[in-house]
Protein backbone atom coordinates (compact mmCIF):
# COMPACT_ATOMS: atom_id res chain seq x y z
CA UNK A 1 0.00 0.00 0.00
CA UNK A 2 0.69 3.66 -0.78
CA UNK A 3 1.76 5.88 2.17
CA UNK A 4 1.48 9.20 2.30
CA UNK A 5 5.08 10.28 1.84
CA UNK A 6 4.20 8.14 -1.65
CA UNK A 7 0.78 9.88 -2.58
CA UNK A 8 2.51 13.26 -2.71
CA UNK A 9 5.19 11.88 -4.63
CA UNK A 10 7.95 13.27 -2.13
CA UNK A 11 11.53 12.39 -2.59
CA UNK A 12 13.46 15.41 -1.11
CA UNK A 13 16.30 14.25 1.06
CA UNK A 14 16.95 17.42 2.92
CA UNK A 15 16.50 21.33 3.28
CA UNK A 16 15.33 22.34 -0.42
CA UNK A 17 15.45 26.06 -1.09
CA UNK A 18 12.54 27.55 -2.85
CA UNK A 19 13.38 29.88 -5.92
CA UNK A 20 10.94 33.13 -4.35
CA UNK A 21 12.13 36.20 -5.27
CA UNK A 22 15.41 37.90 -4.07
CA UNK A 23 15.25 39.02 0.05
CA UNK A 24 15.86 42.33 0.03
CA UNK A 25 18.04 43.89 3.02
CA UNK A 26 15.81 45.33 5.70
CA UNK A 27 16.63 49.12 5.65
CA UNK A 28 13.59 50.65 8.22
CA UNK A 29 10.56 49.86 9.48
CA UNK A 30 7.90 49.49 6.96
CA UNK A 31 4.08 51.77 7.14
CA UNK A 32 2.18 49.68 9.35
CA UNK A 33 -0.97 50.26 7.27
CA UNK A 34 1.05 48.93 4.44
CA UNK A 35 1.86 45.47 6.12
CA UNK A 36 -2.02 44.96 7.39
CA UNK A 37 -3.13 45.33 3.47
CA UNK A 38 0.02 43.01 2.80
CA UNK A 39 -0.95 40.77 5.46
CA UNK A 40 -4.72 40.62 3.98
CA UNK A 41 -4.01 39.75 0.40
CA UNK A 42 -2.17 37.21 0.91
CA UNK A 43 -1.77 34.52 3.68
CA UNK A 44 0.79 36.62 5.66
CA UNK A 45 3.50 39.03 4.94
CA UNK A 46 7.10 37.92 3.91
CA UNK A 47 10.08 39.93 3.10
CA UNK A 48 10.00 38.76 -0.79
CA UNK A 49 6.18 39.96 -0.70
CA UNK A 50 7.15 43.26 0.54
CA UNK A 51 10.08 43.85 -1.68
CA UNK A 52 7.73 43.22 -4.20
CA UNK A 53 4.81 45.74 -3.33
CA UNK A 54 7.54 48.31 -2.49
CA UNK A 55 8.81 47.79 -5.89
CA UNK A 56 5.41 47.43 -7.35
CA UNK A 57 2.85 49.49 -5.50
CA UNK A 58 -0.48 48.43 -4.53
CA UNK A 59 -1.93 48.95 -8.01
CA UNK A 60 0.57 46.96 -10.52
CA UNK A 61 1.14 44.34 -7.15
CA UNK A 62 -2.87 43.51 -7.37
CA UNK A 63 -3.02 42.88 -11.37
CA UNK A 64 0.71 40.79 -10.86
CA UNK A 65 -1.60 39.10 -8.13
CA UNK A 66 -4.55 38.81 -10.70
CA UNK A 67 -2.91 37.47 -13.57
CA UNK A 68 -0.73 34.98 -11.36
CA UNK A 69 -1.52 31.34 -13.29
CA UNK A 70 -3.21 28.78 -11.67
CA UNK A 71 0.00 26.17 -12.30
CA UNK A 72 2.56 25.48 -9.55
CA UNK A 73 5.98 26.48 -9.14
CA UNK A 74 8.51 23.77 -10.23
CA UNK A 75 10.05 22.78 -6.86
CA UNK A 76 6.00 22.82 -5.55
CA UNK A 77 4.83 20.31 -8.74
CA UNK A 78 8.17 18.48 -7.51
CA UNK A 79 6.60 17.56 -4.12
CA UNK A 80 3.50 15.28 -5.78
CA UNK A 81 4.94 14.65 -9.36
CA UNK A 82 4.10 10.90 -9.95
CA UNK A 83 1.81 10.61 -6.67
CA UNK A 84 -2.27 9.41 -6.79
CA UNK A 85 -2.97 13.11 -6.80
CA UNK A 86 -1.57 13.37 -10.44
CA UNK A 87 -4.18 10.40 -11.61
CA UNK A 88 -7.52 11.36 -13.35
CA UNK A 89 -10.46 11.63 -11.15
CA UNK A 90 -12.56 8.88 -13.26
CA UNK A 91 -9.66 6.20 -12.19
CA UNK A 92 -9.13 7.58 -8.98
CA UNK A 93 -13.39 6.99 -8.22
CA UNK A 94 -12.87 3.64 -10.30
CA UNK A 95 -10.91 2.16 -8.06
CA UNK A 96 -12.08 3.20 -5.19
CA UNK A 97 -15.50 1.89 -6.45
CA UNK A 98 -14.34 -1.76 -7.23
CA UNK A 99 -12.71 -1.65 -3.83
CA UNK A 100 -15.91 -0.98 -2.05
CA UNK A 101 -17.18 -3.79 -4.46
CA UNK A 102 -14.64 -6.29 -3.87
CA UNK A 103 -15.32 -5.53 0.17
CA UNK A 104 -18.69 -6.01 0.20
CA UNK A 105 -18.40 -9.44 -1.44
CA UNK A 106 -16.73 -10.53 2.03
CA UNK A 107 -17.87 -11.75 5.02
CA UNK A 108 -17.49 -11.71 8.66
CA UNK A 109 -13.49 -10.43 9.49
CA UNK A 110 -12.46 -10.61 5.90
CA UNK A 111 -15.09 -8.24 5.02
CA UNK A 112 -13.97 -5.88 8.17
CA UNK A 113 -10.41 -5.93 7.09
CA UNK A 114 -11.33 -5.02 3.77
CA UNK A 115 -13.29 -1.61 4.46
CA UNK A 116 -10.50 -0.76 7.35
CA UNK A 117 -7.99 -1.27 4.45
CA UNK A 118 -10.40 0.74 2.10
CA UNK A 119 -11.07 4.01 4.48
CA UNK A 120 -7.24 3.74 5.46
CA UNK A 121 -6.50 4.46 1.78
CA UNK A 122 -9.02 7.48 1.08
CA UNK A 123 -7.64 8.82 4.48
CA UNK A 124 -4.16 8.62 2.84
CA UNK A 125 -5.45 10.22 -0.36
CA UNK A 126 -6.81 12.91 1.84
CA UNK A 127 -4.06 13.43 4.29
CA UNK A 128 -1.86 14.11 0.69
CA UNK A 129 -4.48 16.65 -0.53
CA UNK A 130 -4.21 18.82 2.44
CA UNK A 131 -0.84 18.98 2.56
CA UNK A 132 -0.64 20.02 -0.85
CA UNK A 133 -3.12 22.74 -0.34
CA UNK A 134 -1.28 23.55 2.76
CA UNK A 135 2.19 23.77 0.66
CA UNK A 136 0.66 26.15 -2.21
CA UNK A 137 -0.58 28.47 0.48
CA UNK A 138 2.49 28.64 2.45
CA UNK A 139 5.07 28.80 -0.86
CA UNK A 140 3.13 29.69 -4.11
CA UNK A 141 3.26 33.20 -5.47
CA UNK A 142 -0.08 33.77 -6.31
CA UNK A 143 -1.07 34.35 -2.69
CA UNK A 144 -4.43 36.16 -3.36
CA UNK A 145 -5.53 33.22 -5.80
CA UNK A 146 -4.46 30.62 -2.78
CA UNK A 147 -6.66 32.34 -0.48
CA UNK A 148 -9.59 32.57 -2.57
CA UNK A 149 -9.14 29.17 -3.42
CA UNK A 150 -9.66 28.50 0.10
CA UNK A 151 -12.22 30.65 0.28
CA UNK A 152 -14.40 28.93 -1.92
CA UNK A 153 -13.26 25.55 -0.62
CA UNK A 154 -14.71 26.81 2.45
CA UNK A 155 -17.92 28.40 0.98
CA UNK A 156 -18.76 25.24 -1.07
CA UNK A 157 -18.03 23.07 1.67
CA UNK A 158 -18.10 19.27 1.36
CA UNK A 159 -17.06 16.39 4.32
CA UNK A 160 -14.25 14.44 3.34
CA UNK A 161 -15.52 11.53 5.02
CA UNK A 162 -18.77 11.31 3.80
CA UNK A 163 -19.03 8.04 1.57
CA UNK A 164 -16.63 7.92 -1.15
CA UNK A 165 -15.20 12.01 -1.13
CA UNK A 166 -12.20 11.37 0.20
CA UNK A 167 -10.87 10.33 -3.15
CA UNK A 168 -12.72 13.27 -4.68
CA UNK A 169 -11.65 16.59 -2.75
CA UNK A 170 -7.93 16.80 -4.60
CA UNK A 171 -9.64 16.64 -7.66
CA UNK A 172 -12.14 19.27 -6.15
CA UNK A 173 -9.56 21.33 -4.83
CA UNK A 174 -7.31 21.44 -7.59
CA UNK A 175 -9.00 21.26 -10.74
CA UNK A 176 -12.75 22.66 -9.64
CA UNK A 177 -12.36 25.69 -7.25
CA UNK A 178 -8.34 26.73 -7.72
CA UNK A 179 -8.57 27.49 -11.38
CA UNK A 180 -11.45 29.34 -10.76
CA UNK A 181 -11.01 31.45 -7.96
CA UNK A 182 -10.51 34.30 -10.03
CA UNK A 183 -13.36 33.81 -12.16
CA UNK A 184 -16.83 34.55 -13.09
CA UNK A 185 -18.83 33.08 -10.09
CA UNK A 186 -21.42 31.44 -12.35
CA UNK A 187 -18.73 29.12 -13.82
CA UNK A 188 -17.42 28.65 -10.59
CA UNK A 189 -21.11 27.49 -9.72
CA UNK A 190 -21.54 25.49 -12.03
CA UNK A 191 -18.25 23.68 -11.94
CA UNK A 192 -19.25 22.90 -8.02
CA UNK A 193 -22.75 21.92 -9.25
CA UNK A 194 -20.82 19.52 -11.25
CA UNK A 195 -18.68 17.96 -9.16
CA UNK A 196 -18.81 14.43 -7.94
CA UNK A 197 -17.98 15.87 -4.66
CA UNK A 198 -20.42 17.93 -4.29
CA UNK A 199 -23.13 15.96 -5.75
CA UNK A 200 -22.66 13.04 -3.28
CA UNK A 201 -22.04 15.22 -0.50
CA UNK A 202 -25.81 17.25 -0.91
CA UNK A 203 -27.29 13.43 -1.98
CA UNK A 204 -28.13 14.58 -5.36
CA UNK A 205 -27.72 11.27 -6.88
CA UNK A 206 -30.86 10.23 -4.89
CA UNK A 207 -32.62 13.31 -6.62
CA UNK A 208 -34.56 12.32 -9.86
CA UNK A 209 -38.08 11.85 -11.25
CA UNK A 210 -40.32 9.83 -8.59
CA UNK A 211 -38.08 10.35 -5.66
CA UNK A 212 -37.11 14.31 -4.79
CA UNK A 213 -34.21 15.26 -2.67
CA UNK A 214 -34.47 18.71 -1.51
CA UNK A 215 -30.95 18.73 -0.17
CA UNK A 216 -28.65 19.96 -3.16
CA UNK A 217 -31.49 23.05 -4.36
CA UNK A 218 -31.70 24.38 -0.71
CA UNK A 219 -28.42 24.98 0.24
CA UNK A 220 -27.48 25.72 -4.08
CA UNK A 221 -29.66 29.14 -2.81
CA UNK A 222 -29.33 29.18 1.39
CA UNK A 223 -25.70 28.60 1.03
CA UNK A 224 -23.68 28.90 -2.46
CA UNK A 225 -26.04 31.64 -4.16
CA UNK A 226 -28.31 34.04 -2.23
CA UNK A 227 -27.99 33.51 2.02
CA UNK A 228 -30.96 32.86 4.25
CA UNK A 229 -33.89 33.47 3.20
CA UNK A 230 -35.69 36.79 5.03
CA UNK A 231 -31.53 37.56 6.10
CA UNK A 232 -29.41 40.08 5.68
CA UNK A 233 -28.98 39.60 1.99
CA UNK A 234 -32.37 40.27 1.18
CA UNK A 235 -33.48 37.25 -0.61
CA UNK A 236 -37.24 35.70 -0.26
CA UNK A 237 -37.18 32.65 -1.54
CA UNK A 238 -40.00 30.38 -0.95
CA UNK A 239 -40.30 26.53 0.04
CA UNK A 240 -41.98 26.36 -3.92
CA UNK A 241 -38.61 27.70 -5.00
CA UNK A 242 -36.35 25.08 -3.41
CA UNK A 243 -39.23 22.57 -4.41
CA UNK A 244 -38.89 23.96 -8.49
CA UNK A 245 -34.91 23.82 -8.52
CA UNK A 246 -34.82 20.49 -6.99
CA UNK A 247 -37.10 19.47 -9.89
CA UNK A 248 -34.66 21.18 -12.54
CA UNK A 249 -31.68 19.46 -10.70
CA UNK A 250 -33.43 15.64 -11.24
CA UNK A 251 -30.98 13.61 -13.49
CA UNK A 252 -27.50 15.33 -12.20
CA UNK A 253 -25.96 12.09 -10.28
CA UNK A 254 -22.77 10.22 -10.28
CA UNK A 255 -21.55 8.38 -13.00
CA UNK A 256 -21.15 4.65 -12.84
CA UNK A 257 -17.63 3.02 -14.39
CA UNK A 258 -17.85 2.91 -17.97
CA UNK A 259 -21.32 4.40 -17.96
CA UNK A 260 -22.24 6.09 -21.39
CA UNK A 261 -23.84 8.99 -21.86
CA UNK A 262 -28.36 8.80 -22.73
CA UNK A 263 -29.20 11.06 -25.54
CA UNK A 264 -29.41 14.72 -24.10
CA UNK A 265 -27.38 14.01 -21.68
CA UNK A 266 -23.37 13.47 -20.51
CA UNK A 267 -21.34 12.05 -18.91
CA UNK A 268 -17.74 13.71 -17.10
CA UNK A 269 -15.32 13.55 -14.64
CA UNK A 270 -17.52 11.36 -12.37
CA UNK A 271 -20.89 12.67 -12.76
CA UNK A 272 -23.69 12.16 -15.50
CA UNK A 273 -26.34 13.77 -16.40
CA UNK A 274 -29.11 11.20 -17.15
CA UNK A 275 -32.42 12.86 -18.77
CA UNK A 276 -34.62 9.55 -18.00
CA UNK A 277 -34.31 10.81 -14.41
CA UNK A 278 -34.86 14.18 -14.96
CA UNK A 279 -38.19 16.00 -14.06
CA UNK A 280 -39.00 17.43 -17.75
CA UNK A 281 -41.96 20.04 -17.76
CA UNK A 282 -41.54 23.79 -16.91
CA UNK A 283 -40.88 24.94 -13.26
CA UNK A 284 -41.20 28.41 -11.70
CA UNK A 285 -38.05 29.77 -10.12
CA UNK A 286 -38.29 33.38 -7.97
CA UNK A 287 -41.11 34.31 -9.94
CA UNK A 288 -39.74 33.21 -13.80
CA UNK A 289 -40.90 30.40 -15.73
CA UNK A 290 -38.19 27.90 -16.59
CA UNK A 291 -39.14 26.33 -19.94
CA UNK A 292 -38.86 22.29 -20.14
CA UNK A 293 -35.35 20.86 -21.12
CA UNK A 294 -32.61 19.22 -20.28
CA UNK A 295 -29.76 20.40 -19.08
CA UNK A 296 -30.17 23.94 -20.31
CA UNK A 297 -32.57 23.92 -17.17
CA UNK A 298 -29.64 23.92 -14.92
CA UNK A 299 -27.54 26.27 -16.71
CA UNK A 300 -30.69 28.89 -16.78
CA UNK A 301 -31.39 28.19 -13.07
CA UNK A 302 -27.73 29.15 -11.47
CA UNK A 303 -27.42 32.34 -14.25
CA UNK A 304 -31.14 33.77 -12.59
CA UNK A 305 -29.87 32.92 -9.12
CA UNK A 306 -26.53 34.48 -9.22
CA UNK A 307 -28.07 37.55 -11.22
CA UNK A 308 -30.05 38.48 -8.04
CA UNK A 309 -28.84 41.21 -5.82
CA UNK A 310 -29.01 39.11 -2.79
CA UNK A 311 -26.47 36.89 -4.30
CA UNK A 312 -24.21 40.22 -5.20
CA UNK A 313 -24.75 41.25 -1.09
CA UNK A 314 -24.46 37.99 0.44
CA UNK A 315 -21.38 37.08 -1.63
CA UNK A 316 -19.76 40.43 -1.18
CA UNK A 317 -20.36 40.57 2.35
CA UNK A 318 -18.76 37.41 3.17
CA UNK A 319 -15.75 38.17 1.10
CA UNK A 320 -15.27 41.60 2.90
CA UNK A 321 -15.85 39.75 6.52
CA UNK A 322 -12.97 37.38 5.89
CA UNK A 323 -10.24 39.60 3.84
CA UNK A 324 -10.91 42.68 5.55
CA UNK A 325 -11.97 41.64 8.88
CA UNK A 326 -15.64 41.97 11.01
CA UNK A 327 -15.91 45.94 10.81
CA UNK A 328 -15.01 46.05 7.33
CA UNK A 329 -16.57 49.56 5.98
CA UNK A 330 -19.92 49.59 4.71
CA UNK A 331 -19.10 51.46 2.07
CA UNK A 332 -16.63 49.35 1.02
CA UNK A 333 -18.98 46.45 0.87
CA UNK A 334 -21.17 48.31 -1.22
CA UNK A 335 -17.92 49.66 -3.53
CA UNK A 336 -17.40 45.82 -4.24
CA UNK A 337 -21.33 45.00 -5.06
CA UNK A 338 -21.49 47.71 -7.09
CA UNK A 339 -18.65 46.27 -9.24
CA UNK A 340 -20.32 42.47 -9.07
CA UNK A 341 -23.25 43.85 -10.20
CA UNK A 342 -21.31 45.60 -13.23
CA UNK A 343 -19.43 42.81 -14.36
CA UNK A 344 -22.00 39.96 -13.65
CA UNK A 345 -20.03 38.58 -10.93
CA UNK A 346 -16.41 38.87 -12.26
CA UNK A 347 -14.70 38.10 -9.07
CA UNK A 348 -11.07 39.33 -10.28
CA UNK A 349 -12.64 43.00 -10.90
CA UNK A 350 -14.26 42.50 -7.60
CA UNK A 351 -10.94 41.64 -5.69
CA UNK A 352 -9.51 45.06 -7.92
CA UNK A 353 -12.50 47.49 -6.21
CA UNK A 354 -11.57 45.93 -2.83
CA UNK A 355 -7.80 46.37 -2.55
CA UNK A 356 -7.61 49.14 -4.14
CA UNK A 357 -10.63 50.84 -2.37
CA UNK A 358 -9.79 54.31 -0.70
CA UNK A 359 -12.32 52.63 2.05
CA UNK A 360 -9.96 50.25 2.69
CA UNK A 361 -7.19 52.27 2.92
CA UNK A 362 -8.60 54.86 5.37
CA UNK A 363 -9.72 51.44 7.24
CA UNK A 364 -6.15 49.78 7.54
CA UNK A 365 -4.58 53.08 8.46
CA UNK A 366 -3.75 53.09 12.18
CA UNK A 367 -6.58 50.72 13.16
CA UNK A 368 -5.95 47.29 15.05
CA UNK A 369 -5.43 44.57 13.46
CA UNK A 370 -8.29 41.53 13.81
CA UNK A 371 -7.64 37.85 14.55
CA UNK A 372 -6.61 35.19 12.38
CA UNK A 373 -8.70 32.03 12.45
CA UNK A 374 -6.98 28.87 12.72
CA UNK A 375 -5.57 28.44 8.65
CA UNK A 376 -4.04 32.00 8.89
CA UNK A 377 -2.44 31.60 12.18
CA UNK A 378 -0.61 28.35 10.86
CA UNK A 379 -0.05 29.56 7.15
CA UNK A 380 1.23 32.87 8.48
CA UNK A 381 3.36 31.04 10.72
CA UNK A 382 4.74 28.67 8.25
CA UNK A 383 5.53 31.40 5.83
CA UNK A 384 7.73 33.49 8.28
CA UNK A 385 9.90 30.22 9.24
CA UNK A 386 9.79 29.63 5.66
CA UNK A 387 10.78 32.98 4.42
CA UNK A 388 14.12 32.20 3.25
CA UNK A 389 13.03 30.00 1.33
CA UNK A 390 13.44 26.84 3.02
CA UNK A 391 11.17 24.11 1.46
CA UNK A 392 9.01 21.87 3.68
CA UNK A 393 9.67 18.32 2.71
CA UNK A 394 6.77 17.18 5.57
CA UNK A 395 3.86 19.15 5.86
CA UNK A 396 1.93 16.46 7.84
CA UNK A 397 2.65 18.50 10.97
CA UNK A 398 0.77 21.15 10.12
CA UNK A 399 -2.15 19.15 9.14
CA UNK A 400 -2.30 18.65 12.43
CA UNK A 401 -2.07 21.40 13.77
CA UNK A 402 -5.26 22.21 11.78
CA UNK A 403 -6.82 19.57 12.86
CA UNK A 404 -6.55 20.54 16.85
CA UNK A 405 -7.61 24.07 16.29
CA UNK A 406 -10.74 23.22 15.10
CA UNK A 407 -10.13 23.73 11.06
CA UNK A 408 -9.34 21.12 8.84
CA UNK A 409 -9.80 20.95 5.30
CA UNK A 410 -12.73 18.92 4.06
CA UNK A 411 -13.42 18.72 7.73
CA UNK A 412 -16.68 20.82 8.55
CA UNK A 413 -19.29 18.53 9.23
CA UNK A 414 -22.29 20.63 8.03
CA UNK A 415 -22.54 22.44 4.43
CA UNK A 416 -22.38 25.74 5.69
CA UNK A 417 -18.29 25.68 6.19
CA UNK A 418 -16.56 26.85 9.12
CA UNK A 419 -17.42 30.56 10.29
CA UNK A 420 -15.92 33.28 9.15
CA UNK A 421 -16.65 35.81 11.85
CA UNK A 422 -13.57 36.31 14.96
CA UNK A 423 -16.22 35.47 17.50
CA UNK A 424 -16.22 31.91 16.78
CA UNK A 425 -12.21 31.33 17.19
CA UNK A 426 -11.73 33.75 20.44
CA UNK A 427 -12.34 31.18 22.64
CA UNK A 428 -9.40 30.51 25.80
CA UNK A 429 -9.03 26.59 24.74
CA UNK A 430 -8.07 27.66 20.79
CA UNK A 431 -5.74 30.08 22.26
CA UNK A 432 -4.31 28.00 24.47
CA UNK A 433 -3.93 25.29 22.05
CA UNK A 434 -2.23 28.38 19.52
CA UNK A 435 0.44 28.86 22.35
CA UNK A 436 1.42 24.86 21.76
CA UNK A 437 1.10 24.93 18.45
CA UNK A 438 3.80 27.89 18.35
CA UNK A 439 5.95 25.71 20.55
CA UNK A 440 5.47 22.74 18.42
CA UNK A 441 6.75 24.87 14.79
CA UNK A 442 9.66 25.99 15.94
CA UNK A 443 10.33 22.73 17.74
CA UNK A 444 9.29 20.51 14.72
CA UNK A 445 10.50 23.09 11.97
CA UNK A 446 14.30 20.72 11.62
CA UNK A 447 12.33 17.94 11.24
CA UNK A 448 9.80 19.47 8.78
CA UNK A 449 12.04 21.10 6.56
CA UNK A 450 15.75 19.71 7.03
CA UNK A 451 16.65 22.97 8.55
CA UNK A 452 17.08 24.66 11.57
CA UNK A 453 14.59 27.86 12.66
CA UNK A 454 15.95 31.13 11.44
CA UNK A 455 15.99 34.28 13.27
CA UNK A 456 15.69 37.04 10.36
CA UNK A 457 16.84 39.97 12.43
CA UNK A 458 16.27 43.10 9.71
CA UNK A 459 12.52 41.30 8.21
CA UNK A 460 11.63 41.12 11.88
CA UNK A 461 12.91 45.23 12.54
CA UNK A 462 10.81 45.49 9.10
CA UNK A 463 7.90 43.81 8.84
CA UNK A 464 7.06 42.14 11.96
CA UNK A 465 7.97 44.57 14.88
CA UNK A 466 6.05 47.50 13.58
CA UNK A 467 2.53 45.13 14.76
CA UNK A 468 3.42 44.40 18.23
CA UNK A 469 2.34 46.00 21.43
CA UNK A 470 5.62 47.28 23.49
CA UNK A 471 5.30 44.18 26.06
CA UNK A 472 5.59 41.69 23.02
CA UNK A 473 8.46 43.68 21.63
CA UNK A 474 10.51 43.43 25.44
CA UNK A 475 9.31 39.90 25.78
CA UNK A 476 11.24 38.75 22.25
CA UNK A 477 14.16 41.41 22.64
CA UNK A 478 15.24 39.44 26.17
CA UNK A 479 14.50 35.65 24.80
CA UNK A 480 18.58 33.99 24.77
CA UNK A 481 18.40 32.50 21.93
CA UNK A 482 16.20 32.26 18.41
CA UNK A 483 14.15 29.19 18.63
CA UNK A 484 12.73 31.24 22.19
CA UNK A 485 12.29 34.40 19.84
CA UNK A 486 10.31 33.00 17.15
CA UNK A 487 8.69 30.78 19.87
CA UNK A 488 7.69 34.09 21.89
CA UNK A 489 6.65 35.71 18.30
CA UNK A 490 4.75 33.16 17.38
CA UNK A 491 3.10 32.95 20.83
CA UNK A 492 2.05 36.17 21.06
CA UNK A 493 -1.49 38.05 21.39
CA UNK A 494 -0.33 40.06 18.53
CA UNK A 495 1.11 37.50 16.05
CA UNK A 496 -2.57 36.08 16.07
CA UNK A 497 -3.85 39.31 14.30
CA UNK A 498 -3.41 40.61 11.09
Given at each position: ?????H????T??????????T??????????????????I????????????????????????????????????????G???????????????A?????????????????????????????????????????????????L?????????????????????????????????????T????????????????????????????????????????G???G?????????????????LT?????????????????EG?T??????????????L???I?????????????????????A????S?????????????????????????????I???????????????????K???????T???????????????????????????????????????????????????????????L???????A???????????????????G???????????????????????????????????
Amino acid sequence: MLNRRHLLGLTLGGATALAWPTVFAASGAAPVADLRWLNRITWGATPAAWASLQKLGRERFVEAEIAAPATDAPQLAALWAGGALGRPLTQVLADAQADQKQARRQKGDARKAARKDLVKQGEEVLGATRERHLLRAVYSPAQLREQLTWFWLNHFSVYSRKLLLRWTVADYDNATVRPRALGKFTDLVMATLKSPAMVQYLDNEKNMAGQINENFARELMELHTLGVSGGASGSRYTQADVQALAQILTGLTLAKPNQRAERGGWVEGGTAFVPSKHISGPKTLLGQRIEGGGWDEVERAVRLLVSQDACARFLCSKLALHLVGDDAPKALVARMEAEWKRTGGDIAAVMRSLWLAPELAAHLDGKANDLKDPTQFVVSSLRLLAADGTLMKDASPAVKWLGQLGQPLFGRITPDGYPVAEESWTGPGQMLKRLEVAKAMVAQWNDMSGARPRWDAGWYATGVEPLLAANTRQAIAGAPNDNQRLALLLGSPDWMQR
